[in-house]
């Protein structure tokens, strides 16, 4: 059998997945994001070495990458990604050739809601709103059972939304962006505005989880933007459930909690209206690769089975007297 494998390549970390048909994780390896300021192939050699790492000596059906960034529509191209050093690239069509094996690409948030949808926490739900947390923000919809990717493939950017006029400079050379209040980063910079320097990612959470008052704070005050981010999409999108997902949802409720306060404080007419339930991703941080992988296999399995109806058609053609 093929292998199908999911890539999700973020501002900090690649991380790599061989994925089953019913979004079981068999296999993972991780790679260190090189920067946004190196060259793309340096991003593209540590994506090589973890997809080479994952097949081994398997054949590999297809290959799906889940790129944190702005993927045009066609999916052909990352045409910008703040964490990274991608800009009007064409990156299926490279790491295709340079891998020989067909590859598909989307937005890495788009692919963490393809597997939440098919797999995880949206179930039966007809609309969703998905929130990514890692580095930065990413985001997706979800209406009628399907991704909505928008006229031009960007649709859920919703970390560069501006929510504090003139507030701090953001990567994507706006300011004031909801990820710089919202988002791995920010946890990080609470705690080290708090003079302590020796203390982010996961330790955070950890120190939280222990009691520590600085780490609780950090939780409290990005939980609270974090609602009131949702707050905004709940009013634009009225979705039936909000699935938090990313590195950062690890942090379960410490996130969460201050979160659904903050979106009931915030949400316009909140006490005339269903506010939704802000649930964490069922599929953890490997929900961008899970996507990715389900996505490739889906459209291998759907030109597979194009080539064999145009193959069944030229012979009885070729039959005809």
Known sequence: MPLFIGVDIGGTKVLATAVSSTGRVLRTATRTTPGRRVEARLVEDALTEAVQEIAGVRRVGAIGIAAAGFVDAQGERVRFA??????DEGV??????RWSAPVVLDNDANCAARAELTYGAVGDAGSAVMVTLGTGIGGALILDGEVLRGYNGMA???????VVPGGRSCECGGTGCWEQYCSGNALTRFVRDQGIAD???PAITAAA???DQVALAAFDEVGSWLGVGVANLVASFDPEIVVIGGGLSAAGDLLLE???RALRESLVGAEHRTVPPVVRAALGPEAGAIGAADLARQRFRSAGTRARARLRAARETARRP
């Open 82 to 87: 703040p964490h990274l050093p991608w800009r």
């Open 92 to 97: 299926r069509a490279r790491l295709a050739e």
């Open 156 to 162: 859920g950017e919703f970390g560069h939304t501006q």
């Open 199 to 201: 203390l982010a990612g």
């Open 209 to 211: 989880e222990a009691g």
């Open 258 to 260: 201050p979160a659904r």
